[in-house]
């Protein structure tokens, strides 16, 4: 039997064809996952715009109607801490009588008064009687205040407060409530026009300004009219008229209180070198 050779060449570099075979086998698994990456990243992106989208105000943040926007609330001195609680408890010691000690709820509310001047007052409500109060955070006591009986009260009106159509003054953006005491009796020309007159036979409220900037509820509880007029309206008398309705500031021309409310002159805050 013939015996075949086969002529010797020159040795094969089969390493070097190794090597090249194993660097072209990570080209391609390096391609695949860089493939595979930009698939992940374009869906990933994909994902995120449609969830966010970078014009759109999230509704918690959404401050077009708040009605402070300008202010600054570390400025209030109602704002630091327990100062609230230690008024409200200095004005139940020294107004409220033994007979009325039970307290239904006490607030730090805005007062709106006849001329649209809004004014920081405490509130405090019993089962007798309702306390407007004036009370000076920063020295710390009582200043004025009023008493209206429950049983005097004749109509309750809680909505949206409002300028009359032909009125100048900027939309107020607010909700609140007005006491009433009058019997349906319209106020004379001469209290109405007239800035300085106090016996006025309704009070009319709103949250204070810092109840759009608490946290919590537990903290924006004590500046919000909603608890004034959920509780009011258990203890008032039958006879009390209760509505829902448009509460009609008639402010017509607001120079002056467009330039009191904005400066927040009717509340304690620190002014500068002056705080009053």
């Not at 930009?38 to 009605?67: F, H, L, M």
């Not at 007052?121 to 309702?130: E, P, V, Y």
Request: hydrophobic share 35%.
């Amino acid at each position: 039997m013939d015996e075949t050779y086969f002529d010797e060449g020159p040795a094969g570099n089969f390493e070097t064809a190794t090597l090249e075979i194993t660097k072209e086998l990570d080209t391609n698994e390096l391609n695949n996952q860089n493939a595979v990456s930009t698939g992940i990243d374009t869906a990933k992106r994909n994902r995120e715009n449609e969830t966010y989208n970078p014009n759109q105000v999230p509704s918690s943040r959404d401050v077009s109607n708040i009605p402070f926007k300008h202010i600054d609330i570390h400025s209030f001195f109602s704002d630091r801490n327990e100062v609230v609680d230690r008024a409200l408890k200095d004005c139940q010691e020294s107004l409220i009588n033994e007979e009325e000690r039970d307290i239904i709820g006490s607030w730090l509310l805005t007062e709106i008064s006849l001329w649209d001047i809004e004014k920081e007052r405490l509130i405090i409500l019993t089962r007798r009687a309702i306390y407007s109060i004036k009370y000076d955070f920063i020295s710390l006591k009582i200043l004025e205040y009023n008493r209206i009986p429950l049983m005097q009260i004749d109509t309750l009106v809680c909505g949206e407060l409002v300028y009359p159509s032909s009125s100048l003054a900027p939309k107020k953006h607010m909700s609140g409530i007005r006491i009433m005491w009058n019997k349906g009796t319209p106020l004379s020309l001469i209290k109405k026009w007239n800035p300085f007159a106090k016996d006025i036979p309704w009070l009319t409220y709103a949250s204070h300004p810092l109840f759009w900037y608490k946290g919590s509820e537990a903290d924006k509880a004590k500046f919000s009219v909603e608890g004034l007029q959920s509780s009011i309206k258990d203890l008032l008398s039958s006879d009390c008229i209760v509505r829902n309705g448009l509460i009609v500031i008639e402010n017509y021309f607001g120079i002056g209180a467009l330039v009191h409310n904005r400066h927040g002159l009717g509340f304690f805050k620190i002014r500068g070198k002056v705080s009053f």
